[in-house]
């Protein structure tokens, strides 16, 4: 009897496994492939005197013909713009945060050593005007998971390109698997124990890292950190599932060719293909 119940125990836990990590298979994953044949600029094509997530970046991309990942964050008064980090001090020199600005707050900024200001989205899609894919990170600063979403996906509508979503946050992913399933959706994740330091550490890191948070987003494809991608569980996932990958951040040519094979989807940043 005793047997048996150890033997039930470990096939439940192996069904919750399979349930918290699934990613969305109730979809073809032609859909996502439409995204493969491309490499993605990190935040743009920028270096030199082009700070990341800046227009010229963006121009630089699509006439290069690189797809782009940016960033999308909300303003206090409910505007979105093109930025990566909380806070505007390390790009800007401003030690305030966006979401507790307005957006004419944000725009009086300037990048460090240039004359531009912080981007909406807008001028961002008017920039690449479908030219190129655009993977959009949506930023959860707050309670911004429960406005940017809707906010971004009204805004889309418009949008003529190739465009998909991701985030590390799954609760802004469950809103398109809930009201807009069409939208392709990436999971963001990646392991922090893998990587010297004591950033991102606890249970809510430790839980993404291993994709547990899938039940929630059922995404259309992970998006990993690429150099953190052994342990275990990340490994498990790839072999049941054979989910569509995305390898972020790609800095090299010699990372480049070995990730091909593996990753659909390949962000690169620091270097020129």
């Not at 298979?25 to 094509?45: N, Q, S, V």
């Not at 990993?224 to 951040?249: C, H, I």
Request: hydrophobic share 40%; glycine share 8%; charged share 25%.
């Amino acid at each position: 009897m005793g047997g048996y119940l150890a033997v039930m125990g470990v096939c439940l836990l192996g069904l919750l496994y399979l349930f918290l990590t699934a990613p969305n298979i109730l979809h073809p994953k032609a859909r996502t492939r439409m995204l493969g044949g491309w490499l993605y600029a990190h935040r743009g094509l920028h270096g030199g005197d082009i700070p990341e997530n800046s227009l010229p970046a963006f121009t630089r991309a699509a006439e290069k013909g690189y797809g782009m990942e940016l960033d999308v964050h909300l303003t206090k008064d409910g505007h979105m713009v093109v930025h990566h980090d909380d806070s505007l001090l390390r790009l800007c020199g401003v030690n305030r945060r966006i979401g507790d600005m307005t957006l004419q707050e944000v725009r009086a900024c300037r990048f460090i050593g240039t004359d531009l200001p912080v981007p909406t989205l807008d001028e961002a899609l008017d920039t690449v005007q479908g030219k190129t894919p655009l993977i959009i990170e949506l930023k959860s600063a707050g309670d911004d998971w429960k406005r940017l979403p809707e906010k971004l996906y009204r805004r889309m509508r418009a949008y003529a390109g190739i465009w998909c979503v991701e985030s590390f946050d799954p609760r802004m992913l469950r809103w398109f698997k809930r009201y807009a399933g069409h939208v392709i959706r990436g999971q963001l994740a990646y392991d922090p124990a893998r990587l010297p330091g004591d950033d991102h550490r606890g249970f809510r890191y430790w839980c993404c890292a291993r994709l547990l948070m899938n039940f929630l987003s059922r995404p259309d494809f992970i998006s990993y950190g690429y150099e953190t991608a052994g342990n275990l569980s990340f490994r498990m996932n790839r072999f049941l599932f054979e989910p569509v990958l995305a390898a972020w951040t790609v800095r090299s040519q010699e990372d480049l060719e070995k990730l091909k094979q593996r990753y659909l989807i390949q962000i690169f940043e620091a270097f020129e293909p």
